[in-house]
């Protein structure tokens, strides 16, 4: 089945650590995109991406690094200059054309020990 | 000024009634609209698109005013099943931007 699947399910970061979020789709996507959501409010966009090894920032990049070297694969690093990581993380894709809906991953929740 | 903004809610209404839900955007050239539904700490599903005719989807109805830089979103025979938060999507598209932004969602709790 295509879909996409981010991992791990729950993460916790230790201070001044960096962690990698994984996300992967096998739907020929060329279009992908993180968005972290706080309890309570909508999603916010962190990166996307448009095509392979290309990226550009969204609303709160500041403390996260993304990498697009596949078209399945973009992986989300936050850095330890993100001082306010607790947040759960969601992977999307679409095709670029206007009106393509988003699909998403299950999401990743990432804690702060 | 958030470019998309919803009432927050929560919205508590009994079964079999009938509840709308708003939304406004701050970019006029926003270009594709869509409604998500999001249950508690799970991914958003796609409820539905929103064109400029409006459109209508068994017991949802959505509708676009460009003019206004508004969408509804309008629940008709409300089911214990419709509680969630529905979240306002807007696309801006040009050049190297392709991105959707939504809202912070509103909250429906459907009562029995």
């Known amino acids: 089945d295509g879909g996409i699947t981010q991992s791990p399910k729950y993460l916790f970061r230790k201070e001044g650590q960096n962690v990698t979020l994984s996300c992967e789709q096998n739907?020929?996507?060329?279009?992908m995109y993180w968005y972290r959501q706080d309890p309570g409010q909508g999603l916010r966009l962190i990166y996307y991406?448009?095509?392979?090894?290309?990226?550009q920032k969204g609303d709160i990049a500041e403390g996260y690094s993304v990498s697009r070297e596949k078209k399945e694969s973009f992986p989300l690093t936050v850095t330890s200059a993100q001082k306010n990581p607790t947040a759960f993380y969601l992977c999307?894709?679409?095709?670029?054309?206007?009106?393509?809906?988003?699909?998403f991953g299950s999401g990743t929740q990432l804690s702060v020990l | 000024r958030k470019e998309v903004e919803q009432d927050p809610g929560p919205f508590n209404v009994p079964e079999g009634a009938t509840v709308a839900f708003n939304c406004t955007y701050s970019?006029?050239?926003?270009?594709?609209f869509f409604w998500y539904r999001q249950d508690c700490r799970k991914e958003p599903k796609l409820l539905m698109s929103?064109?400029?005719s409006g459109n209508e989807d068994g017991r949802f109805t959505a509708q676009l005013n460009r003019a206004s830089q508004y969408i509804s979103l309008l629940i008709r025979d409300s089911k214990l099943s419709d509680s969630a938060t529905y979240l306002c999507?807007?696309?801006?598209?040009?050049?190297?931007?392709?991105?959707?932004?939504f809202g912070t969602g509103t909250l429906l709790a459907v009562q029995p």
């Open positions: 999307a894709s679409r095709r670029s054309s206007l009106n393509e809906k988003l699909f």
């Open positions: 739907l020929n996507h060329d279009a």
């Open positions: 991406s448009q095509i392979v090894n290309d990226f």
């Open positions: 970019n006029s050239a926003s270009q594709s």
């Open positions: 929103v064109y400029s």
């Open positions: 999507v807007v696309g801006v598209y040009g050049g190297a931007t392709n991105k959707l932004i």
